[in-house]
């Protein structure tokens, strides 16, 4: 009997969390903002994908007789210092900088569910000091945090991968401990609970499925940061190293010429810009979207 109850408390949850679903993406498709930036940031991560086959030329393809050529038909966004076209180094880029901040993302969002899930659903003194060593933690700024972390690690792709996404595990940890407080004396958790379901089994099939809807929020403007950041960690020289064409290590070879020939750093700048806002902008659609403020 007791099963059955919480069976029914799971498959009414279950459709209410269809029924949200849908309202959700019904007001998503009249923010026209939240469109243009899905479709900017659908684009260029399908360039990305089909860079060997859109790039005018192999991105590390050697031409010094051609180096700082201004863009033209032949160049259309000009060569760089070693005669490479640039455009073809900016679509190859789309794979280093966004799988960058998507690895990051879940990295960071899968340690942070795990601790946060753990303080939100326990509460008491195992919230008390999981909360304090992420103020700690929160307390560094954020750029500083993953310069030490990329310094501590070494230079190169993987590590400024793993150096963002430890760097916003506590974050992620404090967005899910809140909304694991908010529902954690649901009905549904106390009927798993009397029937002696496993702890791991309620918060990971029955609490955290609900608690996921600001996770979402968070997750894309987390992708548009960890771009910034790997851009940031590759022009100090702690990220992706040359020759790869990585947006942040294009800006550091870029940035020696950048008086003679500004397009170098131009170009990479306002495709790092456009990246980071089109998240944002996706961010704060799926934000009003989620807002119960909003519904009708």
Not at 138 to 162: D, H, K, M, R
Not at 168 to 180: Q, W
Not at 225 to 245: D, F
Not at 258 to 269: A, D, F, M, Q, R
């Amino acid at each position: 009997m007791e099963k059955s109850a919480v069976n029914g408390l799971e498959h009414n949850q279950t459709l209410k969390k269809e029924n949200q679903v849908i309202a959700v993406l019904k007001r998503m498709r009249r923010n026209k903002g939240a469109m243009v930036g899905l479709a900017v940031f659908l684009f260029i991560v399908i360039v990305g994908i089909l860079a060997p086959w859109l790039a005018p030329y192999p991105y590390d393809q050697i031409d010094m007789a051609s180096a700082f050529q201004s863009p033209s038909l032949k160049h259309l966004m000009g060569t760089d210092n070693m005669g490479r076209d640039v455009l073809s180094r900016i679509m190859y880029g789309v794979r280093y900088s966004v799988t960058i901040g998507v690895v990051a993302m879940i990295i960071s969002f899968l340690g942070g569910t795990l601790i946060g899930a753990v303080a939100g659903f326990y509460g008491g003194k195992t919230d008390q000091v999981i909360m304090r060593l992420c103020d700690i933690v929160q307390a560094i700024p954020s750029l500083i945090l993953n310069i030490a972390l990329a310094t501590v690690l070494g230079e190169g792709f993987v590590n400024c991968i793993i150096a963002l996404g430890i760097g916003g595990i506590a974050g992620a940890a404090r967005l899910v401990r809140s909304s694991m407080l908010s529902i954690r004396k649901m009905e549904y958790l106390d009927a798993a609970k009397v029937i002696n379901c496993p702890t791991p089994q309620i918060i990971g099939f029955q609490a955290l499925p609900n608690a996921i809807s600001p996770m979402i929020v968070q997750a894309t403007m987390s992708v548009a940061r960890n771009i910034l950041n790997a851009a940031s960690l590759s022009y100090l020289g702690l990220g992706v190293q040359p020759p790869n064409p990585e947006w942040g290590a294009m800006l550091t070879a870029g940035r020696d010429y950048i008086s003679k020939y500004p397009y170098l750093t131009i170009i990479p700048g306002l495709v790092i810009i456009i990246t980071a806002l089109s998240l944002n902008l996706l961010g704060d659609g799926l934000r009003d979207a989620m807002d119960p403020k909003l519904k009708k």
